[in-house]
T-cell receptor, first 115, second 112 residues
Framework: AQSVAQPEDQVNVAEGNPLTVKCTYS??????LFWYVQYPNRGLQFLLK??????LVKGSYGFEAEFNKSQTSFHLKKPSALVSDSALYFC?????????????FGTGTKLQVIP | DGGITQSPKYLFRKEGQNVTLSCEQN?????MYWYRQDPGQGLRLIYY???????QKGDIAEGYSVSREKKESFPLTVTSAQKNPTAFYLC???????????FGPGTRLTVL
């Protein structure tokens, strides 16, 4: 069975500093990996995805993520955090091979950017 | 203005009542999904539909029902059989079952 882990419930970072939100995954085949962001009482917004190709994926709002197959990780990063980045971040994975495959979401990491 | 809409934003239910949550999309997506979000548990899949007039159970379908009579609509009914329905419910859609999912704004259901 596929799974995704976000080991940190909360990450605190000072405004202007780089941020990293961690994600590790487990699938039996090739992974499709996603990051979403959720603001309070709102739906999830798509940030970026990895399917194949370059291990460094660039997404919305200056975020990027690095796919590391050997470490089965897909950490979300941003060079300089903004207070407006404070939100709940979800990593998700699905197996890339075959037809419909369920997407499994992590439990979320709350990012707090401190002014 | 394209996107996914969910209504109502807030919904209150008395115990023993069935309630229906609306989800509509004008993105021409084939696939639609319902998730339940509880604090600290991430998103759990309730039902999904890859095509009109067809839907499949997700991980936590008990106490819920859906229909997919139109491509743009995927309503979710929370029945009285669902013992703990208080949660935030999210609808999503995608071009196909393999593609990126896009989410609606959610409905917060509270049982009184």
């Amino acid at each position: 069975a596929q799974s995704v882990a976000q080991p940190e419930d909360q990450v605190n970072v000072a405004e202007g500093n780089p941020l990293t939100v961690k994600c590790t995954y487990s699938v039996s085949g090739n992974p499709y990996l996603f990051w979403y962001v959720q603001y309070p009482n709102r739906g999830l917004q798509f940030l970026l995805k990895y399917i194949t190709g370059d291990n460094l994926v660039k997404g919305s709002y200056g975020f990027e993520a690095e796919f590391n197959k050997s470490q089965t990780s897909f950490h979300l990063k941003k060079p300089s955090a903004l207070v407006s980045d404070s939100a709940l971040y979800f990593c998700a994975v699905r197996e890339g091979d075959g037809g419909y495959q369920k997407v499994t979401f992590g439990t979320g990491t709350k990012l707090q950017v401190i002014p | 203005d394209g996107g996914i809409t969910q209504s109502p934003k807030y919904l209150f239910r008395k115990e023993g009542q069935n309630v229906t949550l609306s989800c509509e999309q004008n993105l021409n997506h084939d696939a639609m999904y319902w998730y339940r979000q509880d604090p600290g548990q991430g998103l759990r899949l309730i039902y999904y539909s890859q095509i009109v007039n067809d839907f499949q159970k997700g991980d936590i379908a008990e106490g819920y029902s859906v229909s997919r009579e139109k491509k743009e609509s995927f309503p979710l009914t929370v029945t009285s059989a669902q013992k703990n329905p208080t949660a935030f419910y999210l609808c999503a859609s995608s071009w196909g079952g393999t593609d990126t999912q896009y989410f609606g704004p959610g409905t917060r259901l509270t049982v009184l």
